[in-house]
């Protein structure tokens, strides 16, 4: 059984271009969701979405940032025209339930150049 | 605004002796908080909860206390082992019944044999 797989493990970008991070959660997992962690930081909630819907972004900046969770596939996290504040690691987390232990990827690693 | 504070960056411990991670919070709504304990270049996994309704809860090596009139949290692992060299962090979540959970700034222990 399969943990939460992130793709890329690491992601170099230069500042402008657009970064899309994805996540498959776990098999039978129907919750998703990003989290931020800065350099020297806790993680920072970002998204949670169920299939094809977004359910929270209040924590998602309000440019450049999107996500989704289509029917088929995996989550992605896009960033358009990335800066260099956006250098940070990325972690995808799913549950099984609303209320169920999250189990986290291993992480996407952003640098902006 | 930091709802969730670990003031100790780091921490060094003899091996066989006792590791005691601390974490303040502010926002007395918290009903239950989550350890989670990260390796570099991985996911946080789930350590060991405790609901607001109790104040002691034990798993084989692991107690946490909680002293809800302070706003306090800690974490005790003993004996220590090499193995839990990790940096831990604390967690609550917010927002309803959904895994948004606000991250403390983590705790780098290091046990020394």
């Known amino acids: 059984n399969a943990g939460v797989m992130q793709n890329p493990r690491h992601l170099v970008r230069r500042r402008g271009q657009e970064a899309r991070l994805r996540c498959s959660p776990m098999?039978?997992?129907?919750?998703v969701y990003w989290y931020r962690q800065l350099p020297e930081e806790g993680l920072k909630f970002m998204v949670y979405l169920q299939k094809e819907n977004i359910i929270d972004e209040s924590g998602m900046p309000k440019e450049r940032f999107s996500a989704e969770f289509p029917k088929e596939g995996p989550s992605i996290l896009r960033i358009q025209q990335v800066v260099r504040g956006d250098s940070a690691a990325y972690f995808c987390?799913?549950?099984?339930?609303?209320?169920?232990?999250?189990?986290f990827g291993e992480g996407s690693r952003l640098t902006v150049l | 605004d930091q709802q969730v504070k670990q003031n100790s960056p780091s921490l060094s411990v003899q091996e066989g002796r006792i590791s005691i991670l601390n974490c303040d919070y502010t926002n007395s709504m918290f009903d239950y908080f989550l350890w989670y304990k990260k390796y570099p270049a991985e996911g946080p996994t789930f350590l060991i909860s405790?609901?607001?309704?109790?104040d002691k809860n034990e798993d084989g090596r692991f107690t946490v206390f909680l002293n809800k009139s302070a706003k306090h949290l800690s974490l005790h692992i003993v004996p220590s082992q090499p193995g839990d060299s990790a940096v831990y962090f604390c967690?609550?979540?917010f927002g309803g019944g959904a895994q948004k959970l606000v991250f403390g700034q983590g705790t780098r222990l290091t046990i020394n044999p």
């Open positions: 967690a609550a979540p």
């Open positions: 987390a799913s549950s099984p339930t609303y209320t169920g232990e999250l189990f």
């Open positions: 405790i609901s607001s309704i109790k």
């Open positions: 098999k039978g997992h129907s919750h």
